[in-house]
């Protein structure tokens, strides 16, 4: 099997991912896009001799598989079971110990009360198993309400897009005609309540005549809908089959062989159809249902994208869904602009506005937009709903409009995410605090649930600027980073001080390198390995020159200090140390050292002074040490005193202000001496004595 090139680097990930040890991710890519052949995939080359599960909405999903020869080679090691078998909690046991990898198709289902509770739980046990993998694939990880099922896995790939598949070529961009006629106020209130496309006939007509599609999908809120509408429909496409298809019908399966098997048909469904379902040539939407969810919305988009189709997809919207789901899918990505575009000319009537969708000047929705009451301008839209102003929205919603425009300016923010701002927190205030879709009456007690303590999120709020969920999200990742251990080349250990001895390596030296060189662990380990040789002293061979020294019994610190102050390799650095540290003598006389000479002779304290002055003067250690014996007389006054410290004691002056004095003057000592005995300075009780007056 060969996937297609984008799906290539989405496989290479998910081998990564697999490799590192994770056993939990979900697959995020959009509809249309081959999430089935990553399945069919990862079945075949990853789990092949692994008991496989795939869990989906609908088995006509399953049929829809069947059909590709590629699935021949996985059909004997893959079960199938719908979301409606887990509805008791003994059944997760049995899933549990049958098999050893679950796939979840649609899995934005997760959030759901009943079977996505019970397989949330499945989740859990799954990942304490690292046998077993959980893998979800969805196009829609966020839900209506507002739960954004990739949060419950350990890690989301995202391949592309429907939108970066039209932005690379991979698919045709979007027409989408609003088919609406011209109404009043009343009217058009009425009109968004019960649904009614007679207003719009003549424009379904034209619209119909100048796009020919082999088979369109109408979508339509009840079969009431169905039945009231159905003979219009097929007046207006004569010579197409008529399908219907809603969960009422027991053979849909026959029905969607039907319709792959015919060139020309009409299909008029509910939701039957919605997720999963690729039909061949499908290329036409006539949407007669107003949507609220902007997941349903795109999976209706889905129905008609095909990576590889060479057709234009066409979306003809007879309600009012288009301004509020176009605004709720530019939102999701800010990248897309909504703008005012060229003139549509509908069957020589009057000109009519056009509104598309682009990025980078490149369009992705060209959305025709026929009903005046909508291309007028418009003030401000929150959520999809029209207002007239700012103002307006923020009275609507019970929030302070000049609060919500300065918090916009101080934070350098849009309007629409200063009232997000404020939404969600009086919405937090008012239902506690929600994490991962689950409700806890408040921050503190999410943080006890989770075993999370709440100064450290406080802490990693403040220093990397993210808010409360941000931080527990990456605390709860770093705990699971450490459950898992560490990960190195295939190989789990402990953590990277057992991988450092593993390796025979320096764990210090693997920190280091990370840390001053700004490189991963990973890489850091790397550099190691390749800087690591083995020590040569005097021809035998050390595994490191700290093993060398340590048999030498020579201390490192020592090695290092020569190397700096010589100038010389390792090797000719502990050949002069272990020359120095011959036996040293003076006056005919053995000592072990220096430090033990001058400690025989009581002048141990001048150690760095005779140092010093031998290599000062560049002689030798015995002669600086004659030097330092020579005995100091201090004549004053033509007496001769033993030392410049007898002295002073005979003329009652500290030593201290004589040698400070001599400094600050920059005179001898003699001088120094005179100037206190025979000069003008006062000697003072205490401290250093001051001059007169």
């Keep these: 099997m ?11 990930e998910i081998q990564d991912t697999l490799q590192s040890g994770i056993n939990n991710f979900c697959i995020v890519q959009g509809t249309g896009t081959g999430k089935s052949f990553l399945f069919m995939e990862l079945a075949k080359n990853e789990f092949k001799d692994k ?26 090691f893959v079960d199938f079971k719908s979301y409606l078998f887990f509805n008791k909690e003994e059944k997760i046991e049995t899933i549990f110990n049958s098999y050893d990898v679950i796939f979840v198709d649609e899995a934005h289902h997760l959030g759901a009360d009943v079977s996505g509770t019970l397989l949330r739980k499945l989740l859990s046990m799954i990942k304490n198993d690292r046998h077993k993998y959980f893998i979800g694939l969805t196009a829609t990880p966020i839900r209506a309400d507002k739960i954004d099922v990739s949060k419950y896995f350990y890690k989301a790939i995202y391949g592309y897009s429907a939108f970066e598949c039209i ?32 207003g719009s006939k003549d424009l379904l007509k034209s619209i119909i005549r100048d796009n020919q599609k082999n088979k369109w999908i109408c979508f339509f809120r009840t079969r009431e809908d169905i039945a009231k509408n159905k003979k219009f429909i097929e007046q207006l496409l004569p010579g197409y089959r008529s399908i219907i298809i809603s969960y009422e019908v027991v053979d849909s399966e026959e029905q969607l062989a039907t319709i792959r098997d015919n060139e020309k048909v009409v299909i008029f469904c509910i939701d039957k ?70 003139i549509l000319n509908i069957n020589n009537e009057s000109k009519k506005s056009i509104l598309y969708v682009s990025l980078q000047n490149k369009k992705y929705f060209d959305i025709g937009i026929i009903l005046a009451k909508l291309s007028k301008r418009i003030e401000f839209i929150y959520n999809g709903i029209i207002y007239k102003s700012f103002e307006h929205c923020c009275r609507a919603m019970s929030l302070n409009g000049p609060v919500c425009r300065t918090y916009a300016k101080r934070n350098n923010v849009s309007l629409y995410e200063a009232i997000t701002k404020f939404v969600s927190y009086y919405e937090e205030k008012r239902i506690g605090f929600v994490f991962n879709g689950i409700r806890y009456n408040s921050f503190t007690h999410c943080c006890q649930e989770l075993n999370v303590n709440k100064t450290y999120v406080f802490n990693k709020m403040k220093k990397e600027e993210i808010d409360a969920k941000k931080a527990i999200e990456e605390i709860l990742k770093i705990r699971d980073d450490k459950r898992i251990g560490f990960v190195y080349n295939g190989i789990r250990y402990n953590d990277l001080k057992q991988c450092s001895k593993e390796l025979n390596i320096s764990y210090s ?49 020592s090695i290092y200090h020569i190397i700096d102050e010589e100038k010389v390799d390792k090797q000719k650095a502990i050949s002069l140390f272990l020359e120095r540290k011959q036996e040293f003598v003076y006056k005919n006389k053995v000592y072990r050292s220096l430090y033990g000479c001058l400690l025989d002779l009581k002048i141990l ?25 020579i005995p100091k007389e201090f004549i004053f006054d033509s007496i001769k005193y033993k030392n410049i410290t007898e002295c002073c004691k005979a003329h009652n002056i500290r030593y201290s202000g004589i040698s400070n004095y001599a400094k600050a003057h920059g005179v001898s000592k003699e001088e120094a001496m005179n100037a206190y005995v025979h000069g003008n300075i006062r000697r003072s009780k205490r401290g250093p004595y001051k001059k007169k007056g």
């Design 167 to 198: 932005e690379h070529g991979l698919m045709k961009p979007i027409e989408y005609l609003v088919c609406q006629s011209e109404m009043n106020e009343e009217e058009l209130s009425e009109y968004r309540k019960v649904l009614d496309i007679k």
């Design 2 to 12: 060969s996937l297609l090139k984008h799906n290539e680097k989405v496989y290479k």
């Design 509 to 557: 030296s693997v920190r280091y390198y990370a840390r001053h060189r700004k490189i991963s662990i990973f890489e850091s380990i790397e550099v190691c390995l390749n800087i690591k040789k083995d020590f040569i002293y005097n021809g035998k061979r050390y595994d490191t020159m700290h093993g060398c020294l340590k048999e030498l019994g020579i201390p490192s610190t």
């Design 605 to 629: 304290y001048r150690y760095n002074e005779i140092r010093n002055y031998a290599k000062r003067m560049n002689i030798t250690i015995q002669e600086s040490i004659d030097h330092s014996r």
């Design 273 to 342: 159809i919605l997720e999963g379902i690729h039909l061949p040539n499908a290329d036409g939407v006539l949407l007669f249902r107003n949507v609220h969810s902007i997941t349903v919305f795109q999976q209706i988009l889905g129905r008609v994208m095909h990576v590889g189709s060479n057709v234009t997809p066409l979306i003809v919207d007879c309600t009012d869904t288009a301004h509020r789901m176009i605004m709720k899918l530019m939102m999701l990505n800010k990248n897309y602009i909504f703008s005012k575009g060229s």
């Design 51 to 76: 008991r496989i599960l795939y869990i989906l909405p609908k088995f006509s999903i399953e049929t829809n598989m069947r059909r590709y020869k590629e699935f021949d080679e996985i059909s004997n």
